[in-house]
């Protein structure tokens, strides 16, 4: 194995440079595979995508190279920009106003708790191996600050994956979206602390903090720039979604390369931009919002393949693993007894208090980058173990965290409520609709039945048509309400009518498993309303209508909407 692997890296070296596009393809194909096969097997699709960036990056294949990772890094910055603008997109001002109180209690309580607890049980390991205990001091606040930030894309991911709605959703995303910021002035404050510590060249608090609140500052009035610019624009843009997506990619893109020059807070920037969107240009910005989430799951997958892809999971020491270990179980437990006692306190919904727990556990970009800049800080002290120990972290949250947020929300209550009636359709077959519409498999009529038993039938059921059926149950055709009232015109001559007599052939019939969205196709191939569901010897077993299917849905919504009310009032 250790000879094959360097030979199968220099095999793909020299393909990188005949055809990059191939590595692009790679990362693309393989990693919809995992994410395919992971969600067959009950994970979260982004597992999927992580595994398969670490068996073609540099813990596996190393088919893709430093070089090329470098290369392809405006991905993960484009990736996270449209996780930031999908953000912004959540945050209206009258969820804010709902819960605001809420987003903050558990935000501070979430950040801070970790920091305390990763501070104290990383610096004691340290010290216990070590006795070097200002070192251990100044580790322990650095990896402390970096536990506070919780990654928007993997959480996010999953909850767009499980159709999620209702508290824990809205709070989860506001939260996710805000404590990075958190994470910067912890980190400040600490490595302000470590420096003094340390002997290094330290740099005053005060400047920290400045730069800091230039940086998001900037970054959200950037954001709420570009917002009133596309805003503008989508106004005079009416029924083209081709142009409509270009104009917002556009917009997403733009904004990225002027915070990525100017060094701004990029996801902070798009989202602020989602939030003026959603907030001040609200007529079109459903579709708007619509459109880019369409555009994103490429991006995604080659997002978080290239985010397994980075992570070396070889070289960690007995000391490196301990720390690692601590760190991972003080985060864990910081942050489920920090979003417990923020929503206890808050007195958010029971969901909340309950499941929020298992839904912050993801680490990366924030964290990544701030272990560079402590690698650039503190570059001959604890810098190096640092990044070791967040890279190898990174790594086992990733796999874990997106785990542990479906199971949260899966106990929560809250998949499944985000549909409309479109999706339903699209996930149900005929099976699902005569299974709870009584109509639908409602009884049917012999050939040689009376008009008076005709005339029953249609008043006791609330279908416009009724299937026929031969003395075999084989269908022999279907009455419309149609066909009754030109025998009712017929006067008294109708008592002497049998149901032959109104019958007219039916041009379609379907099976149990047909799909919904193939049953509407059909629907408009023959001009028809009514299509009588047969088994596989031709016997009848009912009907289906046009009407029939959107009331079954319409329902099915309005049921699932007040599900995902009731879990605020819990």
Known sequence: MATILPEFSRLVSSMEAANSLFLLGLILFMG????????????????????I???????????????IL??????????????????????????????????????????????????IVVALIYFLATRDLKTAIALGLILGSISSATAPAATTDVLAENRTKGPLSTI?????????????????????????????????????????????????????????????????????????????????LLLTGVCTYLGLNTILAAMAMGFFIVNFAPKRSLDLFDLVEQFTPPIY??????????????????????????????????????????????????????????????????????????????????????????????????????????????????????????DLIRQSSVSDVLAHEPEAGARSLYENDSFEKVMSYFSSQASLSCPVCKPDRTLAGIITIDNLKEAILLG???????????????????????????????????????????????????LIEERMIEQHFHRSVLELRKRAVSLEKA
């Not at 919809?32 to 595994?51: D, N």
């Not at 993960?76 to 903050?104: C, D, H, M, N, W």
């Not at 604890?382 to 190898?392: N, R, S």
């Not at 149901?499 to 629907?523: G, Q």
């Open 172 to 252: 989860l995303i506001g939260i996710v979206a805000m404590d990075d910021a958190v994470g910067l002035i912890l980190f400040a404050i600490a490595s302000t602390f470590a420096s003094g510590l340390l002997g290094e060249k330290e740099q005053a608090l005060g400047t920290q903090l400045l730069s800091i609140a230039y940086s998001i500052g900037v970054s959200c009035l950037a954001g709420s720039l570009f917002g009133v610019l596309l805003g503008k624009i989508i106004k005079y843009v009416k029924n083209d979604d081709g142009r409509i997506l270009a104009f917002s990619l556009g917009a997403i």
């Open 70 to 119: 470098t290369t392809l890094e405006p991905i993960s910055t484009l990736a996270l920009s449209l996780i930031g603008f999908l953000i912004g997109a959540e945050l209206q001002i009258p969820t804010i106003r709902k819960y605001g109180k809420q987003f903050v209690g558990i935000l501070i309580f979430e950040s801070v708790t970790p920091f305390f607890i990763v501070s």
């Open 301 to 422: 997958v080659m997002f978080f393949v290239l985010v397994g892809a980075k992570l070396n999971i070889w070289g960690v020491s007995a000391l490196f693993a301990l720390i690692a270990v601590g760190y991972v179980l003080a985060r864990t437990i910081g942050k489920s007894i920090g979003s417990s006692l923020g929503a206890r306190l808050t007195n958010a919904p029971k969901t909340v208090q309950k499941y929020m727990k298992w839904c912050l556990l993801s680490q990366a970009g924030v964290a990544i980058g701030l272990s560079i800049a402590s690698e650039q800080l503190f570059p001959k002290t604890i810098g190096p173990m640092v990044m070791l120990v967040v890279t190898a972290t990174t790594f086992i949250v990733q796999l874990i965290g997106p785990i542990c947020v479906k199971h949260g929300m899966t106990l929560s209550g809250e998949c499944g409520l985000d549909v409309n009636e479109q």
């Open 492 to 542: 008294d001559i109708a008592e002497s009518l049998i149901a032959c007599d109104m019958t007219i052939p039916s041009p379609v019939n379907c099976k149990k498993d047909l799909s919904l969205l193939e049953v509407k196709k059909l629907f408009s191939e023959y001009g028809v309303e009514t299509i009588p569901v047969v088994d596989k010897d031709g016997k009848v077993e009912g």
């Open 32 to 51: 919809a595979l995992g994410g395919f096969i992971f969600k067959k097997l009950k994970f979260p699709q982004v597992v999927g995508y992580i595994i």
């Open 53 to 67: 960036g670490i068996i073609i990056g540099q813990s596996g294949f190393r088919m893709l190279s430093v070089r």
